[in-house]
Structures are given as structure tokens and as C-alpha cells.
């Protein structure tokens, strides 16, 4: 009988909030935050662009369970768009494809272009990303000088704020849905602002989902590290509950979570009627995610060790 491989590393719980930096990639991000912590187990919760900045929450341990909410939720950007100048990849690593004039842009046609790409808009994503076609990502057949027909997909921009704007420069803060391409957005917006196209010139993520609060760099951990203070490290980290706090909470009896973790379902009286719930027991103890359903019950969604 073979023997199961005993896994190297600290078995460390949480979420940190990485500063990712200009130039990396997600994974590359991750793997020097998980070496640094020399955990066990870590993932991030959905890539940002190696030419955009910012806040990337990394989960290690049992905090990867519930990376999947994170990958589906809102984020909050920090754009700077170049007018008038169309270039490959829909930012500035790209090559420019197409240059236009920049016209006179009135502050009411600006405030009405704004006001049209706010809320649900239809998007077609742009060659430049990691979505698949016939199991081969688009980035790839973009790279090859191929472009293919993609569906357009709807997504919801909650807001648009106009931070500055000055000669072909325009500043906004996006805050939109999953599924948001900000290079798309830009270029779209300097479409309609008769300006033929644009591109990103810098892309900073400042909110993830529940997250905006203090980022720390890769840097800040490797000095932290570079004392020895494993203990320091791991007070960065955030409670696995923090990436979930949007949704209610209940406690539970020991009965009751005995109930769940044999997969059994419960009716809890006052319980919320519909999605998902945070479950915790008697102490406080964060065990998980329930969720409701049709007959009133609680089932179990994801639990925790």
C-alpha cells in the first residue's frame, strides 16, 4: 500500500492582501508570497494583468475553499486611458496598431458617455486575454497575429468617476462586476468619445469583493522574513470569514453542526430564506458556508477542518 507523500511547508490559514507589483505575473506573485511563508498550500482568487498593480488576495490553507466567491466578486480600479491611439493588446506593452485626433471633448458629452457605460452594457472581450477557444486561450491566438469571432457578454460597471482630464488623458475610478475588461472598457469609451480608440497607460486594483483595506508588498514580506519572525508574517494574514463577510451569519448548537458535517441538512428557526449563510459555532469558531434551500433547510456548502 503506497504511503501518502507528507506535504512540506507550515500549514498556515488566511488571507493576505498581496500589493502585487508592475511587471509580474499573478502566479509568479503567489509563488514568492508562498515561499516566503513556506506554506503548504496557496492560491491567488483570479489573475491581474502583469502590467496592472495592486490588490491581489492570496488564500493559503484552508482559506483556498472559498476562493471561488472571490473569483465572482465586484472589483474596484484605478484607470489612466490614453486617447486616440488604438494599440495591440488594449495597454501600453502593446504595439500601436491605429492613431486619431483627439477632438475638443465637451464636459457634457464626457458626463453623458460616462452615464451610457454605467450599469449593464453588453462586452466583447478582447483577443488579449485568457479565455479559451477550442481549449486554446485567445492571448495565445493573439500572440499568432490570429483573431477570432467572440461572443459578447453582459456585465454591470456600478460606477464610473471621473478623477481627471486633461489633453488625450483620462483618469476614472471603475468599479464593475466579474468579467470586467478595463482595457475593453477603455477602449470602448474612447470610441465613443470620438476619439477612434485608446489604451490603458496604468491600471492600479484597490478593492477586491469585502477587501479594501491595507496591501502589503512583496518586499515588506521578504524583509519580514529576512528577520525570521514567521509570527509577524502570519499577522498580516486575514480570518479566512473576512473573504465571505457579505453574507449573514449564524450560530449553531453542537447537535446541529454534527448534523451538517454528516451532510445531513437543518432548519434553523429565524434563519435567513435564500443564499448563502455564514455558519459558526457556540465559541464563535468560523466553520463554513451553509446554504438554503426550497424546504427551508440549511444545507452545508463548504466546510472547514
Known amino acids: 500500500m503506497s504511503q501518502r507523500r507528507k506535504a512540506k511547508g507550515r500549514k498556515v490559514n488566511g488571507i493576505l492582501l498581496c500589493d502585487k507589483p508592475l511587471g509580474v505575473s499573478s502566479n509568479a506573485a503567489l509563488q514568492s508570497a508562498k515561499n516566503l511563508y513556506c506554506a503548504q498550500k496557496a492560491g491567488h482568487t483570479g489573475s491581474l494583468d502583469p502590467l496592472a498593480s495592486g490588490m491581489l488576495p492570496l488564500c493559503f490553507g484552508e482559506a483556498t475553499k472559498i476562493s471561488q466567491f472571490l473569483l465572482d466578486s465586484n472589483k474596484y480600479y484605478r484607470v489612466v486611458i490614453k486617447l486616440g491611439e488604438k494599440t495591440a493588446s488594449g495597454d501600453a ?62 456585465l454591470n460597471i456600478l460606477s464610473l468617476e471621473l478623477l481627471k482630464f486633461e489633453g488625450d488623458s ?32 496604468y491600471l492600479r486594483r484597490l478593492k477586491v469583493g469585502p477587501f479594501d483595506g491595507n496591501m502589503y508588498s512583496l518586499e515588506t514580506l521578504k524583509e519580514i522574513k529576512e528577520s525570521g519572525d514567521f509570527e509577524a508574517l502570519d499577522a498580516l494574514l486575514l480570518p479566512i470569514d473576512h473573504g465571505v463577510s457579505q453574507w449573514p451569519m449564524l450560530n449553531l448548537l453542537p447537535a446541529t453542526v454534527l448534523q451538517l458535517r454528516q451532510g445531513q441538512p437543518v432548519f434553523i428557526p429565524n434563519s435567513p430564506t435564500t443564499g448563502l449563510i455564514r455558519l459558526y459555532s457556540e465559541d464563535n469558531s468560523f466553520l463554513g458556508l451553509g446554504e438554503m434551500q426550497d424546504d427551508g433547510k440549511i444545507a452545508s456548502r463548504r466546510l472547514f477542518n
Open 93 to 154: 506593452e502593446g504595439e500601436v496598431i491605429e492613431r486619431w485626433p483627439v477632438p475638443e471633448i465637451s464636459d457634457s458629452l464626457l458626463e453623458k458617455v460616462l452615464n451610457d457605460f454605467t450599469g449593464e452594457i453588453q462586452q466583447v472581450p478582447p483577443m488579449h486575454s485568457a479565455l479559451k477557444q477550442k481549449g486554446q486561450p485567445l492571448y495565445k491566438l493573439a500572440r499568432q497575429g490570429i483573431e477570432v469571432e467572440r461572443e459578447a457578454r453582459t
Open 170 to 201: 483620462l483618469e476614472l475610478d471603475v468599479y464593475c462586476s466579474k468579467g470586467t475588461y478595463v482595457r475593453t472598457l477603455a477602449e470602448d469609451i474612447s470610441a465613443a468619445l470620438g476619439c477612434g480608440g485608446g489604451h490603458i497607460t
